[in-house]
């Protein structure tokens, strides 16, 4: 299995996805600072893969206190969580995972344990995190299969795989799942512009476990949708709207509205850590905006005249309308995806 991240004694190892797939190497991460960079720069991406990386940065952030009790500790965590939560805007995983740490760090305050106790509690639960979140896609894997063509071509938008998430991933979990059924399927990734995370890692991790990919530019869609030659999309998620609005990696919109206009299924399969239930309308959604260099240069050499004007949004956010059925580990949600989500929300407590 892919090692996206990892704890280990010295601190949390990374593969380094800037480098995929030309490069197999890794990034050990040795202070809460190096974890933020990590994130910030894209070592590790993708929501449930940053929510992980940020808990993980908590835990070595209150291992390497030079505070002497839990009192001292308290505004130090306060400064790690906050340098974490700044990372990057648009994933709610990440303000989820951190938000747990912070519940936890309150409870543990409460009892009034121990610094050693607190280090302990911290990285315990950032490590079951990690568990959940590959339990949580091999769960969505197993219930998304049933919706994947028995054979076919699915098309998906981005990297929402194993190097997304701990392991196993959330849209490329659906087809694993699917696959492992006995469906046959062929995947088609877009390429995904500006980053290249199809092009670069899910043509990468898709042929590593022998699952037959080809990748598309990110134009090709559309025709190829008109010929007939895609019968599903599947896609991930980094944050949905309590309506069922999705933010997802910029492009994943116009492959929506594509998909409705063939009557081609498509689906979204996220854990029900990027369901942000206080965000009413995929119009909250906050959007990440990267640095111009992503879009004019590529491998060190300008594409772009110097001066030109870019922009660089990193997700876009696909109407709720769109959207065929979200996957989840708890169950497939449908529409209307206020009243789904609120009864998966009832049914789970
Ligand atoms: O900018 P990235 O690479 O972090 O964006 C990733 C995506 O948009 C994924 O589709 C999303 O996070 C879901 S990952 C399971």
Known sequence: ?????????????????????????????????????????????????????????????????????????????????????????TAVNLFWAIDRMKVLFSKLQ?????????????????????????????????????????????????????????????????????VERGKRIHVFADETRPFLQGARLTAWELMADGIETTVLCDNMAASLMRQGQIQAVVVGADRIAANGDVANKIGTYGVAVLAKEHGIPFYVAAPWSTIDRATLTGDAIPIEERAAIEVTHHGGKQLTPNGVGIRNPAFDVTPAKYVTAIITERGILKAPYSESLQAMELIAQ
């Not at 940053?50 to 965590?77: D, H, N, R, W, Y």
């Open 110 to 178: 409460a009892r009034e344990a121990t610094l050693a106790e607190v280090q302990e509690a911290l990285l315990a639960d950032a490590l079951a995190m990690y568990d959940e979140d590959i339990a949580a896609c091999k769960q969505m894997g197993a219930y998304g299969a049933d919706l994947m063509p028995d054979e076919g071509t699915v098309l998906t938008h981005c990297n929402a795989g194993a190097l997304a998430t701990c392991g196993y991933g959330t849209a490329l979990g659906v087809i694993r799942g699917a």
């Open 1 to 89: 299995m892919i090692l996206t991240l990892e704890w280990t004694p010295e601190g949390v190892r990374f593969i380094d996805q800037t480098k995929l797939p030309l490069e197999e190497s890794y990034v050990l991460a040795t202070s809460y600072q190096q974890v933020a960079d990590v994130i910030v720069t894209m070592v590790v991406r993708g929501a449930p893969a940053i929510g992980v990386s940020a808990a993980m940065g908590i835990a070595l952030g209150a291992k390497q206190t030079k505070a002497s009790t839990t009192e001292e500790f308290a505004p130090e965590f306060e400064q790690i969580c906050n340098l974490l939560a700044g990372t990057r805007p």
